[in-house]
Structures are given as C-alpha cells and as structure tokens.
Nanobody, 120 residues
Framework: QVQLVESGGGLVQAGGSLRLSCTVS????????MGWFRQAPGKEREFVAA????????AYADSVKGRFTISRNSAKNTVYLEMNKLKPEDTAVYYC?????????????WGQGAQVTVSS
C-alpha cells in the first residue's frame, strides 16, 4: 500500500518562497510520474506540477510556470516542490500523488497534505 507524506508548508508573505517535500513508500515509480496537486478552500483539487521519475522531464500548470520547480531524489523516494514568488492565490493544501496522462492522480488515496498560506 502506497503512503504519501507531505511536509514543508507554512505561512509566507506574498513574494516569498517555500519548499515542499513528499516522501513515498510502498511503491516504485520508474514507469510513472510523480507530482503535486492543490486544493484551495471552496475549490476543486487541481494539478500543479509533475516529474517523470526516470527521465526527469517536467510539466507545470500555467498558473505556476516560471515560479515553481519540481524535482525528485530517487534514492530517497522523495519529490520536492520549490515555490517562489508566491501569490495569495497560491494559498491551498498541497498534496503529492502519482500523475497519469491528462494530469490526473494515479492513487485513489491521499496524504494529509501541506498547508500553504500566502498573505498579501
């Protein structure tokens, strides 16, 4: 059974930076992509970024392109999300998951998420 554990959220002023981490256990990802999704209050969960585990190629939502960077450490089975130039509209709970074609989540279960709050 896969376990997803996110960390690194917090409160930051607009323009600031945060780095999220997600450690994955119970699954290998050589043939998959891993990524981040987020859910703001009153909104549906949306795709943020993904990284192909073996090739390292990345994809981003238009809203975060140029500000967020996704990376992974294969040895630690960990995926990261470096978030710069944060905006109040980035406020959400951030979750990691596998990412399928079409930027839909791979796993039906989610971790506890990491709360990111950006003040104006």
């Amino acid at each position: 059974q896969v376990q997803l554990v996110e960390s690194g959220g917090g409160l930051v002023q607009a323009g600031g930076s945060l780095r999220l981490s997600c450690t994955v256990s119970g699954r290998t990802f050589r043939n998959y992509s891993m990524g981040w999704f987020r859910q703001a209050p009153g909104k549906e969960r949306e795709f943020v970024a993904a990284i192909n585990w073996s090739r390292g190629s990345t994809a981003y939502a238009d809203s975060v392109k140029g500000r967020f960077t996704i990376s992974r450490n294969s040895a630690k089975n960990t995926v990261y999300l470096e978030m710069n130039k944060l905006k109040p509209e980035d406020t959400a709970v951030y979750y990691c998951n596998g990412v399928l074609t079409g930027n839909v989540p791979l796993f039906g279960s989610w971790g506890q998420g990491a709360q990111v709050t950006v003040s104006s």
